[in-house]
Nanobody, 123 residues
Framework: QVQLVESGGGLVQAEGSLRLSCEVT????????MGWFRQAPGKEREFVGA????????YYGDFVKGRFTVSRDNAKNTVYLQMNSLKPEDTAVYYC????????????????WGQGTQVTVSS
């Protein structure tokens, strides 16, 4: 089991950028697949993007369309979500997620969650 702590959320204007960070602690944290989900009020939790423990071939939700990038620094036990060209519809609580195997796009199958960080995009 690993523990996840997100940071970097906040208020940003449309077309702005934010970078979220998620520090991972616990046993063999570097061998976990990591990623991000988000949840807007009244909506289901939605897959944003994920990356394997090797850092190769990140994959994204369909809505991302090149605006977001997931990366990781295993030396710092940290995974990042760089968000560019933000839109008001990106407003949500963003959750860091981890799994010892590959990270599913279905939130029902995610093993570990962070507490979430709020991102608000104003128009």
């Amino acid at each position: 089991q690993v523990q996840l702590v997100e940071s970097g959320g906040g208020l940003v204007q449309a077309e702005g950028s934010l970078r979220l960070s998620c520090e991972v602690t616990g046993r063999t944290s570097s061998s976990y697949a990591m990623g991000w989900f988000r949840q807007a009020p009244g909506k289901e939790r939605e897959f944003v993007g994920a990356i394997s423990w090797t850092g190769c071939r990140p994959y994204y939700g369909d809505f991302v369309k090149g605006r977001f990038t997931v990366s990781r620094d295993n030396a710092k036990n940290t995974v990042y979500l760089q968000m560019n060209s933000l839109k008001p519809e990106d407003t949500a609580v963003y959750y860091c997620a981890a799994d010892p195997a590959s990270l599913s796009r279905n939130s029902d199958y995610v093993q570990s969650w962070g507490q979430g960080t709020q991102v608000t995009v104003s128009s």
